[in-house]
């Protein structure tokens, strides 16, 4: 809605003062010149006032408007009866505040005699008995002949102060009869007015807000009269002049009454009447009828086509004549004529016409192309709208590329490798119920409440050195030689592998297999389902540190500085790959290119089928800890605290990403982005296309204790440490949501080495460096929960 415009019709002084070129002086001229004019009738007419220019009109247009309706009018001849100066000759209202003046002198001067009041008591109920008459012949145009006996009773009363006695004895009777003639020619009056009522029929119609005032304002001179007579009539058994006191009071209140009645009505002449000579037809609220004399009225007509207001068809005419100009022009004008019960009217009637459902008028394949473009929550809101936008906004394939944006690839709880786990399809729209369900499952991630921990134990007080998270089983090995295969649905350990006379260090899972790396020197390939050893894979001379399976080949790095590339399911040993000159620390395979880090500083890229090392990457300064590789770039983390960015083609160096201040322990390569956890207790996001650091996970609520490991998605930042906590960041803003876990012992030797997510759960192997902390498994649940009259989940295990 626009700002309000200024009324120069009802402004005050200090309201145009603020208007651009308009000061004190010609403000009170604008004013002084409405007060001569009884009103401006349009803008144009400040032009008149000496001092405005039409350069200063043309300033203030837009700020200004000119409110000629019947409301308007009365509010400007309120306020100028309000601020006319007392005496005018112009105004009834000056005379009536004369006698108050007077009169409330005469009630102050106690001290009179009462002859004195007595006269002044006549002087005051004649001049009431005057403007009685006044009334009376200002309403003789309606009036019937038969009020002719209302005015001779006003005259006789008025005669009898003319010509009877002045003593204060006899005041008391000359106010009664002066009282008893007014009280008769008010009870004519009434009878006139209600006989008439029926002879304007319908016209009557037309009264509204005049003939209701009038109405209130004859009744209370009527009360006052009967209350002059009831305190003359009390006069017979009380003093004389607490007769005379009482009846000045009451003719004091007439006075001030009859000088509201001039100050409505300056001119003098019944409202009632111009109302009848000119009717006007409103849209207002017509379900109550006017009242008068307790006689019901008929309820006004309201215009309709078949009885339009006079004049309208020349008005749509003329219209219809305008050009565009002049059309605008006259719109504008009416608006501004407007109240706001029409202009809201307007509206009704003008908005529907450019609220047009266009999506229901495109082809299906055209209108679901539009509704591509929303936004998932846009999408569910523009469901609401109609029938036919639900249809649409249900379509399958609609969600299913809602789904594919988010990467949310088929209904599977979680990924390529997991357990058949499906739901029931839903009778409308499948992949709108599982991006639902994707949804509640973020929120859970987010803020929804943390469900008990399963806690699964097993190892004893041994660390826990290596974690896999597969499906619905979690696998962990631990330094006591053993590795153990849990349920992650019940908590139950399902089996555990024995076989390696060493700790175990390193293993992959795939799939039904698990493969493990020991300080014995050995490999061996495991059935997870049955627990059995299927191969034992021999050929390191040192404890095999790190491995990386690739569909049935793994190539595992070892101390003894080789790397060696293994059939998984003939347990032969297909390639040996040296060329290092210490401990190989990480590898990366993706079925093509073998790449590995070790503590010679040095970071090379190998063709397995050839055994050859196609490049060296030197740039490091110390030991090469952490890598990750997506078959063009690599990244290695190192002890020097620098990241490097390496393109695996040419083996050049893209990015130095600097900004951690030790040891770069974990890292995590998606797309273009790697989130990297560092000893110093920070962890940062990174574009590895243009080496920039997006965000750093630190603040109040950061690790105090350098950082164990981490996993990512594109949602969510989720880091362990060494301070005994497992916390939720947001990725793309880096704001911490909460913590997931946190260890009674955290702080004090309590250690999260490793976690493990998948789409609804969180594996968090934790134990202690003094004992502090059993050693054991956290398993995190923030699945839906179902409901029972839910069909079950079916799974294949």
């Known amino acids: 809605m626009g700002t309000k415009r200024l009324d120069i019709n009802t402004a005050t002084v200090s309201e145009f003062e603020q208007l651009i070129g308009v000061g004190h002086l010609k403000a009170e001229a604008i004013i002084k010149q409405r007060k001569v004019l009884g009103g401006f009738q349009s803008v144009s007419d400040l032009g008149e006032v000496p001092g405005v220019g039409q350069s200063v009109i043309d300033l203030n247009r837009s700020q200004l408007c000119c409110n000629t309706s019947r409301r308007a009018s009365r509010a400007i001849r309120v306020r100028n009866a309000s601020q006319s100066s007392n005496g005018s000759p112009t105004r009834k209202c000056g005379s009536s505040r004369l006698r108050l003046k007077q009169l409330s002198v005469f009630k102050r001067s106690k001290s009179t005699p009462q002859a004195g009041k007595a006269k002044r008591l006549k002087v005051y109920s004649k001049q009431i008995c005057e403007n009685g008459v006044k009334i009376f012949r200002s309403r003789e145009r309606i009036l019937p002949k038969d009020s002719d006996k209302s005015e001779k009773l006003l005259i006789s009363a008025k005669s009898v102060y003319d010509d009877g006695p002045s003593t204060s004895s006899s005041s008391n009777n000359s106010a009664a009869d002066c009282c ?62 607490s007769n005379t006191s009482d009846v000045s009071d009451s003719v004091y209140s007439l006075l001030k009454r009859k000088e509201l009645h001039n100050r409505l009505y300056p001119s003098g002449k019944r409202l009632l009447h111009s109302k009848l000579s000119s009717p006007q037809t409103t849209y207002g609220n017509l379900k109550r009828p006017l009242k008068r004399s307790g006689h019901p009225l008929h309820r006004q007509r309201i215009p309709s086509k078949e009885h339009p207001p006079p004049g309208l068809a020349e008005w749509l005419k003329q219209f219809q004549d305008w050009g565009n100009a002049e059309r605008l022009m006259a719109v504008d004008e009416l608006i501004h004529l407007c109240e706001p019960t029409q202009v809201r009217h307007m509206m009704q009637v003008i908005e529907p016409q450019f609220q047009r459902d266009f999506i229901s008028l495109l082809p299906k394949e055209l209108a679901l192309y539009v509704l591509s473009f929303l936004e998932p929550k846009s999408l569910l809101q523009a469901a609401q709208t109609c029938r036919y936008w639900r249809v649409l906004a249900e379509d399958n394939l609609l969600w299913r590329e809602k789904c594919r944006e988010e990467s949310i690839d ?165 390639h040996v790959l040296m060329g290092h000159v210490a401990a190989v620390r990480c ?143 947001d990725l793309k803003s880096g704001e911490f949501l909460r913590n997931l876990v946190t260890l009674e012992s955290g702080g004090s030797g309590g250690v999260v080495w490793r976690v493990r997510c998948s789409n609804t759960k969180l594996v968090c192997a934790v134990g202690s460096r003094n004992g502090t902390e059993e050693t054991k498994l956290l398993v995190l649940d923030f699945d839906v929960e179902e409901k029972k009259d839910k069909m079950p989940i079916i799974e294949r295990v």
């Not at 009434?190 to 005049?210: K, P, R, V």
């Not at 040095?602 to 300064?621: F, R, S």
Request: glycine share 8%; net charge negative.
């Open 587 to 729: 590898v990366q395979y993706d079925g093509r290119r073998v790449v590995s880090g070790a503590y010679d500083y040095m970071v090379k890229v190998w063709d397995p089928e050839t055994e050859t090392c196609l490049h060296t990457l030197q740039g490091h300064t110390n030991r090469v800890y952490s890598l990750q590789f997506d078959g063009v770039h690599i990244v290695s983390g190192s002890l020097d605290t620098s990241i490097r960015v390496w393109d695996v083609e040419n083996g050049q160096c893209l990015h130095t990403l600097v900004g951690h201040q030790s040891l770069t322990s974990g890292l995590e390569l998606k797309d273009n982005i790697l989130v990297s956890g560092n000893a110093d207790s920070t962890v940062k996001v990174w574009d590895i296309t243009t080496g920039q650091c997006l965000q750093t996970l630190q603040g109040s609520n950061k690790h105090q204790s350098a950082v164990t490991c981490l996993q990512f998605n594109k949602k969510f930042v989720i880091t362990s440490s060494d301070d005994g906590t497992v916390k939720i960041w």
């Open 410 to 574: 088929e209904p599977l709880v979680f990924g390529s490798n997991s357990r058949l786990r499906r739901r029931q399809p839903s009778p409308k729209s499948p992949w709108k119920s599982l991006y639902m369900r994707q949804h509640q499952i973020e929120q859970n991630w987010r803020t929804g409440p943390l469900r008990l921990p399963k806690l699964l134990k097993g190892h004893d007080d041994h660390v826990i050195t290596c974690l896999e998270f597969c499906g619905y089983r979690v696998v962990s090995g631990s330094d006591d030689n053993t590795l153990k295969v849990w349920s992650a649905l019940t908590g139950k350990c399902l089996r555990t592998l024995v076989g390696h006379t060493g700790g175990v260090w390193s293993s992959q899972m795939q799939g039904n297999v698990i493969i493990s790396g020991s300080t014995d020197r050995t490999l061996k390939v495991w059935n997870a389902d049955t627990g059995v050893c299927t191969h034992t894979l021999y050929g390191h001379t040192s404890t095999v540190r790190c491995m990386h399976l690739c569909g049935n080949k793994v190539v595992s790095g070892s101390r003894d500085a080789t790397l060696r590339v293994w059939n998984v399911e003939t347990g032969q040993c297909l």
């Open 180 to 241: 008893k003639a007014l009280h008769e020619s008010h009870r004519t009056l009434n009878e006139c007015l209600s006989n008439q009522e029926d002879n304007y029929g319908e016209e009557e119609l037309e009264m509204q807000e005049g003939e209701e005032e009038e109405e209130e304002e004859r009744e209370s001179i009527q009360g006052d009269v009967n209350s002059i007579r009831n305190d003359i009539e009390r006069g017979d058994n009380t003093e004389e002049e």
